[in-house]
């Protein structure tokens, strides 16, 4: 991925995220390696579920249209590979909104568990210092971002940061959140940065990029692409996060859409550079994961022939698919 170096100047983007082995443990999917003990961050791929198509096949969300029984039964996959309680999964209704709030009370913890119905209040942020309170948010394109800090002040934040709450201050509001609800100081925030449309694919039209420049300066505009983890990047470093204890996993979901989810209004018109990153992510993964060369193209090769190249969306408008990451902030010694 082309990026802008300044911003990324310090920051870890490599060895921090350890991709869990698919045949041992379901689902797909990347740990996070660096996170303080009691905290548990995890993005899940899109392959390792039971979901059919269009939704195949680990689909976490309820709110998409599909099969009920098959969102428990990954949730239920998710859940034992990760040792947490399925019943306690707390997802709120994202808006792409800036809002952020506290997960407090042990009654809410697992709103969203079994259904869309019972959500947590509409936000695109949670924050926690409860014990064993999971927290899932879902993402398509936008940037999934986890803040955590260990030790006695244990506490973590789940961020939906997508064009319009970044502007907005998601990431600030959820470091403000570490900070003032609980005591953190911002050196000892640990960040997280999942998988997102990168600069190479996200393109926005001139008078997006604009006002993302406006807001974050040029390094977080590329011509009519915008760069939403160099942005989410400048607001961390700006809150006092230092740069080495930022961690991104560098996976571009219009790049790698075969494994990621993506957005169904980008899937319906796939850029012309997607031939081109095909291959190229082909001999990436064979290089990088040598380990897993012979599943990865087993793997794909049942992505292309079940389709996931070709797909028809029905339906299917709620870019929020689910690219979903879990975080278990429990307390020291359970
Ligand atoms: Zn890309």
């Known amino acids: 991925m082309n990026r802008n170096q300044s911003v990324y100047d310090g920051v870890n983007s490599h060895g921090s995220f350890a991709r869990v082995n698919p045949v041992l443990r379901l689902p797909y999917g990347w740990k996070f390696t660096k996170a303080p003990a009691g905290v548990k961050v995890f993005f899940t791929m899109r392959h390792g579920g039971v979901s059919e198509p269009p939704y195949e096949s680990l689909n976490l969300g309820f709110h998409v249209g599909d099969d009920h029984e098959h969102v428990i039964q990954n949730r239920r996959a998710l859940s034992e590979a990760l040792g947490i309680a399925p019943a306690g999964i707390t997802s709120p209704r994202q808006r792409h909104t800036s809002r952020v709030m506290l997960l407090e009370h ?94 190479c694919c996200y393109e926005v039209g001139s008078g997006i990029a604009r006002e993302f420049e406006a807001r974050f300066g040029p390094e977080a505009v590329a011509g009519a692409n915008v760069d939403l983890a160099a942005a989410a990047i400048i607001d961390l470093k700006s809150a006092g996060i230092p740069p080495e204890n930022i961690h991104l996993l560098d996976a571009c979901t219009c790049c790698n859409h075969e494994l990621l989810f993506l957005s169904p209004r980008r899937r319906d018109r796939p850029p012309r550079r997607h031939r081109l990153d095909r291959k190229t992510r082909w001999r990436m993964i064979q290089i990088r994961d040598t380990d897993f060369g012979k599943l990865h193209d087993q793997l794909f090769r049942n992505a292309k022939t079940r389709n996931s190249w070709k797909l028809k969306t029905r339906n299917h408008t709620d870019e929020k698919t689910s690219i979903s990451l879990a975080t278990e902030a429990s307390l020291p010694g359970r």
């Open 106 to 199: 042990d009654e809410q913890v697992g709103a969203g568990a079994y259904g869309e119905e019972s959500f947590f209040d509409p936000c695109d942020g949670l924050a926690t210092a409860l014990p064993a309170a999971p927290i899932l948010l879902q993402f398509a394109d936008c940037l999934p971002v986890a803040l955590m800090a260990g030790g006695p002040r244990l506490a973590a934040c789940v961020l939906h940061a997508g064009r319009r709450g970044i502007v907005d201050g998601v990431v600030r509001n959820g470091v403000a959140m570490m900070t003032d609800q609980f005591g953190v100081r911002p050196v000892a925030i640990t960040a997280a940065l999942g998988p997102a449309i990168g600069p």
